[in-house]
């Protein structure tokens, strides 16, 4: 796991009472913000029963096992299973990786206070009504107890609240801290805002007017950074006759360019920048047709981790857009920001 700021998240004072934690638990990776501004990711990488390796130094162990419902998963630097099937949001899978994640952190044996997402075409119907029992699904999902083999304690999950994922991005837009107080942004606030979360699996926009969500303009489109890597394995299969590619091989290519077969490197630059390219103009084009030239908006925000690896191609898609900081995170801060100053509180409910 990578820690891209790793200022005490304040764990001892958590153990007393549970700490409150922004889970954006995606297809492709989960991401972690803590108090104190600790943001965490994992790969969402899991596969069903044990793993079959040995760790010869403990230390370096990089796959964990976890027992959920009678099941058990093995998370970590697996050779994973896709998570990308309907109703993962809701899956015992889903709960081990979060489990994981959290122990990552740093958080065992604590009692912990959640918010997480849902892309917003799953927690809204088209007409702006809540999908209620897709939203109860996730939201008794995460409370399922699950326990770590070996020593560990479980992180317990005893509050736990679900947003549309790219509305998330937008408190994290309009709620801004400095010196440790919490104040909304008025003018952020009084202003047309589109928000486009580029995932792996999803691509979500939502528009947020006077507090309102227009539902005309939001929505969510079934393609991400997920589909570069299918396109990618296809045409590596037939360029290099291979009948599976692996996905550690995957994540190699797109981030240096080259795969290892047989031991030698192999260009793979050119597979790679054509499978970009078709998600780039698929996403201009949706985003578009989704928000027109953006003209009536006063922002048009982009975020998530698939903004990071395609900040190349998309500098001018409207002249008013914004890359916010820290894009992976921008839904994992927000659903932490929720937590602590917007949602009813946990003693409440
Ligand atoms: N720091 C980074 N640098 C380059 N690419 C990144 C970075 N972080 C994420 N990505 C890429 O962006 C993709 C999407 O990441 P993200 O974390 O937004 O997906 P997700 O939230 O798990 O997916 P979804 O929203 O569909 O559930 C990843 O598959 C990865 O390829
Ligand atoms: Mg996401």
């Not at 009472?17 to 965490?40: F, N, S």
């Not at 996730?138 to 947003?163: C, M, S, T, W, Y």
């Not at 709620?175 to 009084?190: F, N, P």
Request: hydrophobic share 40%; charged share 25%; proline share 3%.
């Amino acid at each position: 796991m990578e820690a891209v700021s790793t200022e005490p998240a304040g764990i001892e004072s958590a153990k007393a009472k549970a700490m409150k934690v922004g889970i954006d638990d995606g297809y492709a990776h989960t991401k972690l913000a803590l108090p104190g501004g600790r943001l965490l990711v994992t790969p969402s990488r899991a596969q069903i029963g044990r793993s079959k390796i040995s760790w010869l130094n403990q230390t370096e162990r990089r796959i964990f096992e976890y027992e959920t419902d009678g099941t058990l998963y093995s998370v970590g630097d697996v050779d994973a299973a896709s998570t990308r099937f309907e109703g993962f949001a809701c899956s015992g899978m889903n709960r081990a990786i979060v489990q994981h994640a959290l122990q990552q952190a740093g958080l065992e044996g604590i009692d912990v206070e959640a918010v997480s997402g849902l892309p917003i075409s799953a927690f809204y119907r088209g007409s702006g009504d809540q999908r209620s029992s897709t939203i109860a699904d996730k939201q008794q999902n995460l409370l399922q107890p699950v326990l770590p083999k070996g020593d560990a304690q479980p992180v317990e999950i005893v509050f736990h609240r679900v947003i549309p994922e790219a509305l998330a991005a937008w408190y994290d837009y309009v709620i801004v801290e400095k010196d440790g107080e919490a104040t909304l942004d008025q003018r952020r606030v009084s202003v047309p805002i589109a928000v486009v979360d580029i995932g792996g699996r999803t691509t979500d926009t939502v528009v947020v007017r006077d507090q309102g969500i227009l539902h005309d303009s939001s929505g969510s489109f079934e393609f991400g950074l997920l589909d570069v890597k299918q396109a990618l394995a296809e045409a590596l299969q037939a360029r290099f006759d291979l009948e599976h590619v692996a996905d550690r091989l995957l994540v190699r290519a797109v981030k240096q360019q080259t795969v290892r077969l047989y031991g030698s490197d192999y260009d793979v630059s050119s597979e790679v920048a054509t499978a970009k390219q078709e998600l780039v103009e698929r996403l201009y084009t949706e985003t578009r047709r989704q928000l027109g030239s953006g003209i009536e908006l006063d922002r048009v925000l982009f975020v998530g981790g698939g903004t990071v690896a395609l900040a190349h191609h998309i500098t001018d898609w409207f002249p008013n857009q914004l890359i916010a900081e820290q894009p992976a995170f921008a839904n994992a801060r927000g659903m932490l920001k929720y937590l602590q100053f917007v949602c009813e509180k946990p003693d409440a409910s």
